[in-house]
Structures are given as C-alpha cells and as structure tokens.
C-alpha cells in the first residue's frame, strides 16, 4: 500500500522492529528518538501516519501530539499512540485529539499492519464516495 511513517520512540529495538516490518509491506519509515525531533520532521515533512510512545524524553508522546493539535488545526494524518499505559487519564487527553487510535503494548507488528491496512482502505473508500 505504501505511504510515509514517522515512528518517534527512544527504544531502538522498537523501531528496528516496526521499521523492518513496516519496510516489508512497501511503506517509507522515519524514525525520532523524542517528541521534540520528531515534531522537527513532521513540520519538514507530513506523515501519512505517526507512531509514537507515550513516554519519551525531551517531549513525551502526549505532548507531541497536544503540539500538534495545537499548530496543525488542518492536520489529517492519523496517530497512533503506543503505550502500555491504559489509564482513564490517557483516554481523557486523547479524546481531545482528532484522529488518534491507541496501540496497546506490546503490539504485534501483524496488528499495527493490519490497523494501517484498515485505514488506508477506509481512506480509499472514502476519497471514491461522489463528494468525499
């Protein structure tokens, strides 16, 4: 299907990971090991879609995305939040984030994909609907 993805994590595991998996089902991969960088290159340049943790130094994953929030009001790309945190708190937050969907830890490679694929044909279908 293809398209840009920008992962922000500070576990480069986790990145090696997503990246080779990510590579495999033909999409380009960025990756930034804080908020702070990775808001950097999603103001060089839109992702399709944005990976990121919750806890990471320099700007965690709730800050970068409350930025983003803030100072892209015509932003459409979709976040995803990875965290292991499943607070009420972090669904609170997130409510007030359009287009965010939450990734549970430890997400299967398989499920991420899975989840860009339904997205991406949602996407599809919705630009092929008379006026959409």
Known sequence: MGGYILIADDEPHVIRVLRLALERDGYQVES?????????K??????????TDIAMPRM???????????EMP???FLIFVS????????????????NLMFIEKPASTRRILDML???????????????G
């Not at 965290?83 to 359009?98: A, D, P």
Request: aromatic share 4%.
């Open 117 to 131: 694929n339904d997205y991406n044909e949602t996407r599809i279908a919705a630009d092929e609907v008379p006026g």
């Open 83 to 98: 965290t292991s945190r499943t607070e009420l708190e972090h669904r609170e937050w997130s409510r007030k984030i359009r």
């Open 32 to 40: 930034a090991p804080n908020g702070q960088l990775a808001f950097e």
């Open 60 to 70: 965690t994953g709730r800050e970068l995305c409350e930025k983003i929030e803030a």
């Open 42 to 51: 999603i103001m060089e340049r839109r992702p399709d879609v944005l990976i």
């Open 74 to 76: 015509d932003r459409e």
